[in-house]
């Protein structure tokens, strides 16, 4: 761009570019409906002036990365399992990101000596059973280099699962051509991918292809979602969501509640409300589609299934049906005469 004359009038929205990064792919961007100025796909990836207020309780390293990195670019907070952070890139960045104080801000990925000496702890530790990929977005290897780091991890013995978390096959699916399954596939450990994706909409005939490329190569795929107040936080997109996986073949995994990442308070909801919908999802959809509804609690300390409780079981052994789960009623029951 040549060097331009100092805008007449300066989009405010710069200042929360310039402290965050912005892109989306031309797929995500065609979701958008410009008539909808609270289009679901539009408020994952478009800046907005909210991300400027920084609450107190937000913290730029949420979840605790920094305390439980024994080397740069490894978390090791669980014995059985290692994350690598490969790069700090993504084809889009999310405007809740619970990493976006490294994601897209120019940090340098896993590769070289830095991989090397990755590699080697793991090696070094038989209780590591997992390594599991992430960033930023690791599907922005190429397929030459997720080969090559596959096939590094699958010759340490020890190292029974690789799992892989990424956007990409939602997001840009056209990356995950049939090349890229195949260099996912190794033998001498099990591949997984974790795929995320926030709304129903997200799921284009392109991205449903490359889903079924992944899956056609041999590798099991499991969700991951953020609920995200005015994307997804209502009973019938979310029901919707965890169905456009399972026609997909991925298995519902993960539901996390907003991580409390800086400037990302406008996504929050309350837990009560996240429990509340958790109930509703387990009255109307099969049972293959429940996510365990999750919170990284701040600081690391751990994951922690939010719940909700369906039941108590009073001193005498009785059973109490609790009141997020009430309300259910079989289907019989539920149809009003007529019906
Ligand atoms: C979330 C996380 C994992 C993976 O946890 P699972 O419950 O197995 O999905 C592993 N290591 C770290 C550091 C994590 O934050
Ligand atoms: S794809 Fe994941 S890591 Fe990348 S910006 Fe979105 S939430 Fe953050």
Redesign the pocket.
């Known amino acids: 761009m040549p060097a331009a004359a100092p805008a007449l009038f300066p989009d405010p929205l710069d200042d929360v570019r310039s402290r965050y990064p912005e892109a989306v792919t031309d797929q995500m961007r065609a979701l958008i409906d410009p008539a909808d100025p609270a289009d679901p796909i539009a408020l994952q990836f478009l800046p907005d002036l909210r991300e400027l207020d920084q609450l107190p309780v937000e913290d730029g390293d949420p979840?605790g990365?920094d305390r439980?990195s024994p080397l740069p670019g490894v978390?090791?907070?669980?014995a059985d399992?290692?994350?690598f952070k490969m790069i700090a890139a993504c084809p889009v960045y999310c405007r809740f990101c619970f990493r976006r104080e490294m994601v897209g801000q120019g940090e340098p990925g896993l590769s070289g000596p830095a991989l090397d000496a990755a590699l080697a702890y793991v090696a070094a530790r038989p209780a590591i059973r997992?390594v599991?990929l992430t960033g930023g977005d690791p599907f922005m290897l190429s397929a030459r280099r997720a080969g090559e780091l596959t096939r590094q991890l699958a010759a340490i013995a020890h190292v029974e699962l690789i799992?892989w978390h990424t956007r990409v096959p939602v997001v840009d699916p056209q990356r995950v051509d049939s090349t890229y399954a195949e260099a996912l596939r190794v033998s001498g450990a099990a591949t997984y991918v974790?795929i995320h994706a926030n709304h129903p909409r997200e799921f284009t005939p392109a991205a449903e292809a490359a889903l079924a490329r992944l899956v056609d190569a041999g590798i099991v795929l499991v969700s991951q979602s953020v609920l995200l107040k005015g994307v997804n936080d209502d009973a019938g997109t979310l029901a919707d969501l965890m169905r456009a996986f399972l026609r997909n073949r991925v298995k519902p995994?993960?539901l996390h509640h907003p991580d409390l990442a800086p400037g990302t308070g406008h996504f929050r909801l309350s837990i009560a409300r996240g429990q509340a919908l958790m109930a509703q999802l387990r009255r109307t959809i099969s049972g293959l589609g429940q996510p365990t509804y999750?919170l990284?609690v701040p600081g690391?300390a751990s994951?922690a299934p939010l719940g909700p409780a369906y039941l108590r079981e009073d001193p005498e052994g009785g059973l109490e049906v609790l009141g997020a789960a009430n309300g259910w009623q079989p289907v019989a029951a539920a149809q009003s005469p007529g019906d």
């Open positions: 979840i990365d439980f978390v090791h907070r669980y399992r290692v994350l997992e599991i799992r974790a995994y993960y999750i990284d690391g994951k």
